[in-house]
């Protein structure tokens, strides 16, 4: 990514000299260079992905143990989930990561406002698939509502089907989708961000950082759901 | 070192006095302080609350050393004893002792060590310190709200059964860590990124490599207690049938959870110990650190050992005999990185000019005592013996001896070490060496007979105890009270410091590192100009200690 910022690599001095250079807008005060900050933003931004791999691993885990345990309700609790909608919704990931990509090379390349159509398209395409996988999750929450299928206590479930220990399936399937459904409205929240940020023209190819990282962001995001779709959804 | 030096080092002495930033005109008043974003102060205001938590975590200790005079019901019941030590053992170990050194001395003393003008995100350091208070408060309601008596470990089933405020103290426990993991990803980007120029990783101070492991294990572990924590949060709330044997959960699986963060953690609370020693030991010498790779890659390897011995905390769970095996030899092995640097701090030691100052009384006590709590270790390490030894006071006295003995010295001696550097002033120091001498006698007294009450079968967490324990358990207690006052004579000195002149020279003890180099308190900006490295730290040969130091 370094190639991106050649325009403003820039000495700065240290408080108190007397800097006539010309100093980026979004350069804060503590980095040497604009290069330094991308790349301390950068790294921060991976320790955050790390940590978010180790908070869904907990439940990962705790999924594994549970199904090893129960395996019978497992089972059968997954013939309540619908494979056609979660493959939707994978599609819907997987095209919006494409259209993420393409934002983040637009916002890279935008020189004097060139790629600022294709940025701003990219980043409206990417917030509407997010939403279109709400919508469906929306419709696939409100169906096992319905039907009793919840978790812990809440389960009432009396179908034919009914296995001991069903209940934990659901524990965990709300859990791991909920927690990940958080993480994509939180993500939809930051890509509205990068939208309104984008109109005021903010991104070019010297400062494109937060598109760079809500990009990172919101891949992990779509992987995620690439573990938790055959997991939930597929296991026999 | 001649080819790495970029610039000729700015001295403030070349330059006058500047503002420093506790009197910095631009930044005044309360609001300037709440919402600041420099690393120095937000540092101070940590390290004001974690000496509040170390406070009532301390009285709740004495309360509990208190109720044990005698056996049988002093002043507390079996339930006020056990929220009275789980509380002492929650605050102490969330609120004090993982923030205590990287949060509060680590915040003011890594960018300064680093040349750098402040951590690599300011913010996040400002929103890590906001969420430690919230957190904090959390804790507070817990027990004003109705109490928690799991112990610091929240164990299923207990703690999905009994009642108090564990939801709110679990949640506490979460927010927390998120202060944590804040402050994990900023020090490693600001180590990463924000070196000065030349200074290379063999240059780092010690202390930022204990810091930067540290940050590692932050970073990596605590989202797992996070979640183990949300679970067993669910578990209580909705009966998810994660833990809950009764209902097909698995009551040892959060124990494995619950581990996997908090053996970490326990290197998360020693390693910026160990940092700290690094630093004092070669000041007081005025020699060139032993085996300056060794110790920094000995923190690493420490941190990274460190994540796969958890299952020595469940020999006696139910854990199949070749788990427990491979647990065990991971815990012979993990020793071994914390034995490179105990020899190497005392070869460093062997034959030098030693000037035992109030903070290299503490190294030294560290030494001491942290050799015997390492040791304990060992003991503890072995299948058999841990048998025998679960869950008695030998356990209570081996990670009193590692945390308090360790830490917490460490940390003692740290405060000493920075006291003039972060606030300008010096305090007595005869008065400071009385109080560490007190601190030293103290702990012993009350923890050294915990080893013998606990190879005599004396458990854990009991209010009560048979009629033969009674002299160790009154010895142990008057001991709390000499740490006790000993504790208290050094915070007096310190904090009647702060009423003194700024009498403080930029370097009091003659040390290498880059922080000794801008003025006592630094400036809001910390360095007049870039500084840059002209010799490896602890390079007393090319070092030429200031005359005005001590």
Redesign the interface.
Known sequence: MSQAHEASLTEHGGHGDDHAHDHHPFHQHHFATMEQQFDASKIGMWLFLATEILLFGGLFVGFGIMQSKHSAAFIAGHHHLDWQMGALNTCFLLISSFTMVMAVWAASNNRNGNKQGILVTNLLLTLGFAGGFMVVKYFEYSHKIHDGLLPGKFFHYTGPDLVPNMFVFFSFYFMMTGLHGFHVLGGMGAITYLIIRSLKGDYTSDYFTPVDLIGLYWHLVDLIWIYLFPLLYLIS | MADVIASPA?HTADHGHHADYLSDPEHKGIWSWMNTVDHKRLGVMYLWCVLAAFFVGGLFALLVRLELMHPGEDFMNAEQYNQAFTLHGAIMVFLFIIPSIPAALGNFILPLMLG???V???R?NLASFWVYVTGAIMAVTSIVVGGVDTGWTFYTPYSTSTGGAVTMMTMSVFVLGFSS?FT???F???V???RAPGMGWFQLPLFVWGIYATAIIQ??????L???MV?LV??RA?????FDAQ????PV?FQH?FWFYSHPAVYIMILPGMAIISEIIPTFSRRTIFGYRLIALSSVAIALIGFLVWGHHMFTSGESALAASIFSFLTFLVAIPSGIKVFNWIATMYKASISLDTPMLYATSFLLLFGIGGLTGIFLGALSVDIHLHDTYFVVAHFHYVMMGGTVIAFLGGLHYWWPKMFGRMYNESVGKIACGLVFIGFNMTFLTQFFMGSQGMPRRYYTYLDQFQPLHQFSTFGSWVLGAGLMIAAVNLMGALRGPKNAPANPWGGTTLEWQTQSPPIT?N????PSIEHNPYDYRNFKVPSDAV
Not at chain 2, 247 to 250: E, K
Request: proline residues 4%; glycine residues 14%; without cysteine.
């Open positions: 700015v750098a003008k402040d690599a995100f300011p996040l993991i994990g990803i900023n490693v980007a600001t990463h990124k924000l970073v990596l572990a605590t989202p797992v996070g979640i183990t679970l669910m578990e909705f009966n998810i049938g994660i209902i097909g959960g698995d699986l959870f900006h360095f007049v100009g870039q």
